[in-house]
């Protein structure tokens, strides 16, 4: 049970998070992002083996972001109509501007909570494998994209080492603050510079393997079963609940 | 004898790169046949990386080059495969171990060959069991490659190559980024190979006394590109390199006493001391990952040391890639860079460095051995007259080497104190002072290099490999 | 799309997407922490930085897809690194990446010199500011504070991405490492003409 969403087909899973967020994109009311992200976060308790302090700790900035619509709106939002509820200095806050607040930085919660769940049940590998298999993605692409992914220790190593060596530079003859801004630029550059090399390299590698982006056969197949479907059943069923807070409330 | 029919056949052909006006070689004519074991020598920028992306068919279709004359692989005109298709009989080892993967496993690696020849699903196990089986990699079958060492990936891209089961193996410089000694093993490995699969082996190398009697046949180009000698290969030494006279001053530059440093819990350096005179050349050496480049780094300050003091002249730094260090558009902007040595000073360091020619070109774009003296003129820019010199043999050749030899002896002679990090025994022989040994974070006291060179026991533990001994042994009982 | 592509093509600008995914990240982390103190505005000026991979991987390869391309990969890449607000956020790659893309078609991937980089970082900025009109609720906001934003966001996307997208890889032309691709070809043929 608790490995169900890790092995649900990834084109399926991210088909179903993407439906998802466009179907919250049409609800102004604060009460279908809540019901939302709390079915998603039991469905994933349920579900998954998430490692919920890092769950919390990624969770933290969209929090931040959250908060950060919520008295923006509350600011520049537009008057609306409806009986003022407060008076802040210059600013009158309706009741339509007070759940509006709630329902944007609610809607900020619910986006975050099932990415994070798309995130933190997916491998990027059985992903693009699956976009592939199922999704007809050109294996060109797919591939080149597995072997960018390979390369991100190698670019991270290569990230530290320079970092080093420029310390040991120094900040320059006359260090100005325009000057920190281009030492980003400095980082990039050289970075940029070995990962075209190592493109190249990889590509011939691939080639010289006899890999022509044709028809191929697949090793590790990715099915496409009841149980997805099932599990495509149950966040439907979490979106419609979540909807129909528009007749209740 | 049976005649056998040519895997390749090279028919006066030419190819040009299309942003050079030479090209890059020159009516070559050349045939090469099944279980050979073939060596491309020749001096670097001679083309005999290009000749091999030829036989690959990787050239010219990826560089838009120029080409006449006729390439044929197994009797078929090269032009008429598709891309790729060759490459089913044709595999390749590159160089660098870190850029020839895609997948995270080595099953998974393994598999993606298959894939590509569509071998049906309920074959691939067979297949991959086979092959990890036949070269000794079945332990390391759900392993994931990143977390290997240079040598190990090296066999797991032969492994990928051979799964495909070639008639031909082409190899271009795969064991530069290796150290000497797990060279060796590398070659004894695919030695074994080669005579289990009877396959043709073509390589492009340059430090041929890593190879032993690999190879039957020398093919080497010469400078623009022809062939010079097409011959019976024999057996090298290692290269000869001149003693350095020393230039060791009284005078101490540089001192470190105790350092220590401990990341995430693992002791990376314990206690290292050493005291560097004006003048002296000091070679550390010692396994992988046991902490050289760590000891530079918290030598010139870059790494932070936990305890320990290091006390005298400032210590520079230049890294394996040493564009590393590079934050200027032109060398001489490189140079000037820190603001602490005048402009005149500036002028007389390229002039010493015979960098004048290209001041004004981007430090990025210019050769290996230039990048080296442009970080070498910075940090002496910088002030910093004590040089630690982070593995700056690997991948080179003689000539190469050479002038890296003139340069270390040029700059003791100066007055400055150098530190070179490397495995080549024969190359530290011919310029140290005095040579210090690492192992798990732990540096030796230094050592008079005819010290270390006669005890075979301290050579092993460190994993260092003298080639001069084993061939004079070799030589003596035949 | 690919066909007319190399592979080591594909695999350079997959690359980008994966560099840039983490640049998009780290400036995505900023950009949140700051939207908690100052509000949406906080992004707008510097919406630019999440079009730039387009620019900078269109300026060098030139060919159809490259703009649209590595802007989707960064955002994939942003969500498979677990950080990010997931697949949405491969949508606003998707439609900021055509945004771009749509003002190369245009000039029917002819020219590459800076002001067509800027229209496309500008056009890149129309496009994710219609989408982001209608997911993320603009509606529900003052119009001069939408038309404030939009004004930011759409230069933003002309200076950041477009200049600084043409300054990023020329600098990297001038390593030496381009070599072999179409920006390299170009400079060249510049010179003789």
Known sequence: MRRLLHEMNPSLKFLAVTACMLALAFFFNPWTPLMFFL?????????????????????????????????????????????????????????????HAWSLSLRVLAFSSISLLFAFTTDPVRFIQSLMQQGKLSPKLAFSVLISYQFLPVLKTEFEQLQQAHRLRGPGAKPTPFKRITALRRLLIPLLAGAVRKAERAAFAMEARAFTGAARSHYREIKLGHKDYALLGMFSLVLALSCSAVFWT | MPVLKPIFQLDDFSFRFPESAQPTLHTITLAIYPQERLVITGPSGCGKSTLLYVLNRLYPHNCDGEVSGNVRIFGRISQEYEPGEANRHVATVFQDPD?????????????????????????????????????????????????????????????????????????????????????????????QLQQQSGLAIVAVEHKLELWGEFFDREVSLSENGAIQKDQAYTRRNAPFLPKRETAKQPKVLFEARDVSITRASKALLRGASLQLYEGEVMV??????????????????????????????????????????????????????????????????LEALALNPIAQDHPFSVSHGQKRR??????????????????PTAGQDLKALMELHHQITSRAQDGCALIVVTHDMNFALSIADTICLMKDGRLSAPLEPQELFSSPALLAEHRLYWPEKEESYATSFT | MLKEWKLKEIVLMSLFGVVFGIVYLLFLHIGNLWAGVIGPLAYEWMFGIWFIVSIISMYIIRKPGAAFLPETLAAAI??????????????????????????????????????ILMLAGASAGVFSFVYGYFLSGYAALDPSFVALMFTLRVASGAIIAGIGGKYIADALLATGSLRGYAIAKAEKGDARA
């Not at chain 2, 099953?107 to 071998?119: I, K, R, S, Y």
């Not at chain 2, 396994?287 to 480049?293: R, T, Y």
């Not at chain 2, 820019?381 to 982070?390: E, F, G, I």
Request: proline content about 5%.
């Open chain 2, 284 to 349: 550390i050496a010692g396994p992988n990952g046991s902490g050289k480049s760590t000891l530079l780094k918290a030598l010139c300050g870059i790494m932070k040391r936990d305890s320990g003091m290091i006390s005298g002249e400032f210590a520079g730094f230049v890294p394996q890639s040493p564009e590393q260090l590079f934050l200027s558009k032109t060398v001489e902007e490189e140079l000037s860079y820190s603001g602490n040595s005048s402009p005149h000073d500036v002028k007389d360091l």
């Open chain 3, 78 to 115: 942003e969500v498979m690194l677990g950080n990010a607000i997931g697949p949405r956020l491969i949508l606003s790659g998707i439609i900021q990446g055509l945004g771009a893309e749509a003002a190369f078609a245009l000039t029917r991937y002819r020219h590459f010199h800076v002001g």
């Open chain 1, 39 to 99: 079915g998603i976060v039991l469905v994933q308790l349920l579900f998954s083996q998430t490692n919920w302090k890092l769950w919390s700790l990624v969770m933290l900035p969209f929090v931040f972001g959250a908060f950060g619509y919520f008295w923006t709106t509350l600011v520049f939002g537009e008057s609306g109509d409806g009986p003022v509820l407060w008076t802040i200095g210059m600013i009158e806050i309706t009741a339509q501007k007070w759940e």
């Open chain 2, 99 to 191: 850029s020839q993967f895609c997948m995270p496993t080595v099953e998974e690696e393994l598999a993606f060959t298959l894939e590509n020849l569509q071998v049906p699903r309920e074959e691939m196990p067979k297949r991959i069991d086979r092959i990890l089986r036949m070269t000794g990699l079945d332990d390391i079958r759900h392993g994931v490659i990143q977390n290997f060492s240079g040598g190990m990936k090296q066999r797991i891209a032969t492994a990928c190559a051979l799964i495909m089961e070639p008639d031909c193996l082409l190899l271009d410089e795969p064991l530069a980024h290796l150290d000497p000694l797990t060279a060796k093993e590398f070659v004894a490995w695919l030695g």
């Open chain 2, 374 to 391: 442009v970080a070498i003129g910075a940090m002496l820019a910088d002030r910093r007259q004590v040089l630690l010199l982070d593995e």
